[in-house]
T-cell receptor
Framework: DGGITQSPKYLFRKEGQNVTLSCEQN?????MYWYRQDPGQGLRLIYY???????QKGDIAEGYSVSREKKESFPLTVTSAQKNPTAFYLC???????????????FGPGTRLTVL | QKEVEQDPGPLSVPEGAIVSLNCTYS??????FMWYRQYSRKGPELLMY????GNKEDGRFTAQVDKSSKYISLFIRDSQPSDSATYLC???????????FGTGTRLLVSP
């Protein structure tokens, strides 16, 4: 059963703590993405990766970090430097690859992070 | 001005109505246009994907792109309560470029 999984579904964090959100895909996609969704603001791109061991900042990368050591996995760390981390975080993947035309992105179920 | 504008709604219609959802955009380089449906507290799911101008139909859904007016639409025929969701438009240019999303329109279909 192919797809994108994100865990946990809900996450609570105290101020000042780092937290890592998991994203795994078994679609054999090269490209993976992290978005943040806030009410009234739509989806904003945090980081994306076109291939393993390479990633680029999106529009709102400050306070976040990522790694891409395996094709299937693209974890996102929300650091204590992120001033307003409470949001719905969405991971996506696409066939991707360098130099390819735009292809559709498929989304995971999301992780809702709340900072207490 | 945002690159992509979308009315947030909510748009309330009775069951069986024809629904029209729209987005306008300012970047003439956009060539790929998508519509996603997002149920509450879930990830978006792809509904329609079109390239350049024209119409595309899939069951009760029709996507329409008018590049001359920088305007895209999604029509839903015979709307059902299960269509109640937020609909996001998204678009990008040629090559590996990021998707630009609208803020989403919330649709409510009452039985």
């Amino acid at each position: 059963d192919g797809g994108i999984t994100q865990s946990p579904k809900y996450l609570f964090r105290k101020e000042g703590q780092n937290v890592t959100l998991s994203c795994e895909q078994n679609l054999n996609h090269d490209a993976m993405y992290w978005y943040r969704q806030d009410p009234g603001q739509g989806l904003r791109l945090i980081y994306y990766s076109q291939i393993v061991n390479d990633f680029q900042k999106g529009d709102i990368a400050e306070g976040y970090s990522v790694s891409r050591e395996k094709k299937e996995s693209f974890p996102l760390t929300v650091t204590s430097a992120q001033k307003n981390p409470t949001a719905f975080y969405l991971c996506a993947s696409s066939i991707g690859g360098r130099g390819t035309s735009t292809d559709t992105q498929y989304f995971g179920p999301g992780t809702r992070l709340t900072v207490l | 001005q945002k690159e992509v504008e979308q009315d947030p709604g909510p748009l309330s219609v009775p069951e069986g109505a024809i629904v029209s959802l729209n987005c306008t955009y300012s970047n003439s380089a956009f060539q790929y246009f998508m519509w996603y449906r997002q149920y509450s507290r879930k990830g978006p799911e792809l509904l329609m994907y079109t390239y350049s101008s024209g119409n595309k139909e899939d069951g009760r859904f029709t996507a329409q792109v008018d590049k001359s007016s920088k305007y895209i639409s999604l029509f839903i025929r015979d709307s059902q309560p299960s269509d109640s969701a937020t609909y996001l438009c998204a678009m990008s240019g040629v090559g590996f470029q990021k998707l630009v999303f609208g803020t989403g329109t919330r649709l409510l279909v009452s039985p």
